[in-house]
């Protein structure tokens, strides 16, 4: 076996475990990535085996992870199908014109029923302003 095989069982492998942390983690797409190299550099590390019984387990190891990556797979076009979004929006200091309307327009459709907001300061009173979202928001 040669040095390059059995980098590529070390990277694919690596991956592997990459994908699971990243699956616990609930970081889908990333996981789903990672399954699919680690898969991709295990099938070619297994085409150079000779050892059969070494083959054939690593053959259901892989499958076993197939099934998991078609699992993440649903779950992301799931995700993606209810538009489940999570993300930050950074305003640059002094900007004008970015009112709750302009920020949040992509956002809420007529396709919208529920929003979560994390904030934990919302009941401070600077976050009083927030009102203004709670209308726009429940007004679509």
């Known amino acids: 076996m040669n040095r390059d095989n059995t980098?590529?069982?070390k990277a694919g492998s690596d991956l592997i475990k990459k994908g699971i942390v990243?699956?616990?983690?609930?970081?889908y797409e990333e996981a789903l990535m990672c399954f699919?190299?680690?898969?991709?550099?295990?099938?070619t590390y297994t085409k150079g085996l000779v050892d059969s019984v070494k083959k054939a387990h690593y053959m259901n190891t892989i499958e076993k992870y197939f099934t998991k990556a078609e699992t993440l797979k649903k779950l992301c076009e799931q995700e993606k199908h209810l538009q489940m979004f999570h993300e930050q929006i950074?305003?640059?200091?002094?900007?004008?014109?970015?009112?709750?309307?302009?920020?949040f327009r992509k956002y809420l459709n007529s396709d919208v029923s529920v929003v979560h907001?994390?904030?934990?300061?919302?009941r401070v009173f600077h976050q009083?302003?927030?009102v203004m979202f709670k209308k726009i928001a429940t007004s679509k």
Do not use: A, R, W
């Open 36 to 43: 699919h190299n680690g898969i991709q550099m295990l099938l």
């Open 117 to 122: 907001i994390k904030d934990p300061y919302i």
């Open 7 to 9: 980098d590529l069982e």
């Open 22 to 27: 990243l699956d616990q983690n609930h970081q």
């Open 128 to 130: 009083v302003v927030f």
């Open 90 to 103: 950074c305003i640059q200091e002094n900007s004008t014109k970015n009112s709750y309307k302009t920020l």
